[in-house]
Structures are given as C-alpha cells and as structure tokens.
C-alpha cells in the first residue's frame, strides 16, 4: 500500500526558531499533499493544501507567513513554523493522494511529527 | 458552519462484543464519508469509505452505514478484539468529491479481555 514518512518524529525547539518538516511519499508521485495540526483530545485542523509547483491554499485562519509550505516535487512537501513559539506546539501530520493511479478519494496519511516550542 | 460529532466518552466493551461508534453531522451533504483508526502519536490509518448513494459497507469485521436524512453514520466491529482498541475518527469531505476533509474528535475505543 501507499506509505507517507514523515520527518523528524518529534522535535524540541526555543521559541523564536524556525522548524522544517518533512512529509514524503514513498512509493508513489503525490500532485497534492495536505497538513494538518492536532492538540491534544481534539480533530484533525486541515491547515493547507500543498499542490506540487505552485503555491499553497491556506485554509482560514492560517498564517501563510509563519506555516510556509513548499512542495518542490511529486513526493517531497516540507512545513517550516517559523518564529515557533509555545502555542505552535502541536501534533502535525501531513497526507497525500496517489492521485496517478488514479484514487483521488483517499488520503494516506504519515506518521506524524510532535513539536514542543520551549 | 460544518459540524461533526462523535461520541467523546470511551466506548468500553468485552472482547468478542460488537463495538457501535456513531458519527453525526450538520450543515452539509457530503460527497462520500470515511472512518479512520489513530493509534497514540500516530497518524489515522484509512478503514473505510461510503458514499452517498450507498447504505452500507463492509470489510472484514468490519461495517459501515450512512444515512443521509439522519445525517448519521455508524461504525460497527464485529467480534471485537483488544487489538481493536484505538481512536476511530469519521470525516467528511467537503469539496464535493475532491477530497477536502473535516474530521470529528474521534472516540476511544477499548475492548477488554
């Protein structure tokens, strides 16, 4: 089946920093790749949507500045938080559709990467 | 504006039981619904997808309706195992099929020896 990585798993910054986060298909192209953000007993938040070489929809409510997204290629999409701070930590996990063969109603989740803003 | 809810209480059942977890819904006619399984700090894992036009679905153990009047669908796990115990979310897509999705918090299930 379709396998989406993520990376890192957890990560610990300083507020003020800046994170990068990796979301990667493995064994298919993705057009589009979704991340989300999830606190703790709550739902997923669809946070953007990430379409390879152009630019990302945000969703309401997001900051397109302080989430910048990049999706250079069919299996790479990467999130930078930037300027973390305590409030952005969170539970982020990004997803992808193979689209190319054609299954455009499922998402294939990743693993997920817990931030912790100090 | 969208809404989803799921049973926030754990569900507790004795293994070998059926597990029943509901998800209700408002403001919107969904193109398909689907349910997922998260594990603790773990991303959900796809289980099963229903469409509008269909009443119910299965897979293994496991069974789906949609009722689109009630707004409603039920997740149903047949001979429950405790390998079964997890997070089960329903979500929605809200794009008329192109796969935007609105999740529900989700409702803990444990099944006991």
């Known amino acids: 089946g379709a396998v989406v990585s993520q990376h890192p798993s957890r990560v610990i910054c300083k507020s003020g920093t800046s994170v990068k986060i990796e979301c990667r298909s493995l064994d298919f192209q993705a057009t589009t790749m979704f991340w989300y953000r999830q606190f703790p007993k709550q739902s997923l938040m669809l946070m953007a949507t990430s379409n390879e070489g152009s630019k990302a929809t945000y969703e309401q409510g997001v900051e397109k500045d302080k989430f910048l997204i990049n999706h250079a290629s069919l299996t790479l999409s990467t999130l930078t938080v930037t300027s973390a701070h305590p409030e952005d930590s969170s539970f982020y996990i990004c997803?992808?559709?193979?689209?190319?063969?054609?299954?455009?109603?499922?998402?294939?989740f990743g693993p997920g990467t817990r931030l912790t803003v100090l | 504006s969208q809404k989803i809810e799921q049973n926030s209480e754990a569900l507790n059942i004795q293994e070998g039981k059926t597990a029943t977890l509901t998800c209700n819904y408002t403001n919107y006619s969904p193109a398909y619904l689907q349910w997922y399984r998260q594990d603790p700090g773990r991303g959900p894992v796809f289980l099963l997808l229903?469409?509008?036009?269909?009443k119910e679905k299965r897979k293994e153990r496991l069974k789906v309706t949609f009722d689109t009047t009630l707004k409603q669908s039920l997740f149903h796990i047949t001979a429950s195992q405790p390998a079964d115990s997890a997070t089960y979310l329903c979500a929605l897509d809200i794009s008329g099929g192109y796969n935007k999705l609105i999740f529900g918090a989700g409702t803990r299930l444990a099944v006991h020896p």
């Open positions: 229903i469409r509008e036009n269909e």
């Open positions: 997803s992808a559709r193979d689209e190319l063969a054609g299954v455009t109603d499922t998402q294939y």
